[in-house]
T-cell receptor, first 117, second 115 residues
Framework: AQTVTQSQPEMSVQEAETVTLSCTYD???????LFWYKQPPSRQMILVIRQEAYKQQNATENRFSVNFQKAAKSFSLKISDSQLGDAAMYFCAYRPSNNNAGNMLTFGGGTRLMVKP | DGGITQSPKYLFRKEGQNVTLSCEQN?????MYWYRQDPGQGLRLIYYSQIVNDFQKGDIAEGYSVSREKKESFPLTVTSAQKNPTAFYLC??????????????FGEGSWLTVV
């Protein structure tokens, strides 16, 4: 079974600075997808960024980028120029490419990010 | 607007009662999911459905039931057999197909509290 681990329960960053959230996963698959979701106090899950495992290039979405290390099974999220609105819980998630698995997402335990003004 | 609608936002259940959480989507997605989130924790899969009239158990299905009679709807019933139902419940949906990297989209969630 796949597992996703986020080793940082909480992180803090100064506004306008850069912060990196860690995520590791365990899988025997060679093809899969990885996601970062943001959950603000409203509790709605918002997709931040996604990465296809077959792509070597790291995904980027504006101030958000990932460092995908397939061999190390590591998928960290870098937030640049942090803003107060970035404060939230961040979840790393894994999804197999094999449709037999039911397209399910496996989530990590989350990292609470605090942004200091 | 397209999206996923969950209702009610807040629900209180007495001991021994069954309650049903509604989830409706107008995204024309084939697949729908129910996740449970306990305070300070990640999401755990309860049930999922890839097509109408078919659904599968997730990791924590005991004490829950679902139906998928229409593509747009995937209600979750929390039965009296669920001993610790107080939690936040999230419904989600996605397209299906061989390229399963399709993004999963979430509703705004429902809070269930046992009183």
């Amino acid at each position: 079974a796949q597992t996703v681990t986020q080793s940082q329960p909480e992180m803090s960053v100064q506004e306008a600075e850069t912060v990196t959230l860690s995520c590791t996963y365990d899988t025997s698959e060679s093809d899969y997808y990885l996601f970062w979701y943001k959950q603000p106090p409203s509790r709605q899950m918002i997709l931040v960024i996604r990465q296809e495992a077959y792509k070597q290039q790291n995904a980027t979405e504006n101030r958000f980028s990932v460092n995908f290390q397939k061999a190390a099974k590591s998928f960290s999220l870098k937030i640049s120029d942090s803003q107060l609105g970035d404060a939230a819980m961040y979840f790393c998630a894994y999804r197999p490419s094999n449709n037999n698995a039911g397209n399910m997402l496996t989530f990590g335990g989350g990292t609470r990010l605090m942004v200091k003004p | 607007d397209g999206g996923i609608t969950q209702s009610p936002k807040y629900l209180f259940r007495k001991e021994g009662q069954n309650v049903t959480l509604s989830c409706e989507q107008n995204l024309n997605h084939d697949a729908m999911y129910w996740y449970r989130q306990d305070p300070g924790q990640g999401l755990r899969l309860i049930y999922y459905s890839q097509i109408v009239n078919d659904f599968q158990k997730g990791d924590i299905a005991e004490g829950y039931s679902v139906s998928r009679e229409k593509k747009e709807s995937f209600p979750l019933t929390v039965t009296s057999a669920q001993k610790n139902p107080t939690a936040f419940y999230l419904c989600a949906s996605s397209t299906n197909g061989a390229a399963t990297g399709n993004t999963i989209y979430f509703g705004e969630g429902s809070w269930l509290t046992v009183v």
